[in-house]
């Protein structure tokens, strides 16, 4: 899409650059040419940003996700090293009684 955006800025330029050029014969054709293509290279634009924006939230979304289950898996291994450092200290306890 980037490519199609900047081929059509470059020929919406182009248009309005032949449009101001003094003698052309069809300047009142040129220029509305020159608007409506400058229009519709904006509204890629706009598209290409909304896809952006849409893609980049997708992307904030999946992280978070991600982000919750390694936090819960964290939390798992957290108490599992806890539990088997208290049942390491009771068994040391019990063998030095």
Known sequence: MQFQLNVKKAS???TCQNSNKKGVADQARLQTECKRMTEEANELATQIQVEIEKV???ESGCK???EKKETALES???KETIAVEQKS???TNEINE
């Open 12 to 14: 919406a330029e182009q």
């Open 56 to 58: 980049n939230g997708e």
């Open 64 to 66: 978070t996700e991600i």
């Open 76 to 78: 798992k291994r957290t």
């Open 89 to 91: 200290q009771e068994d």
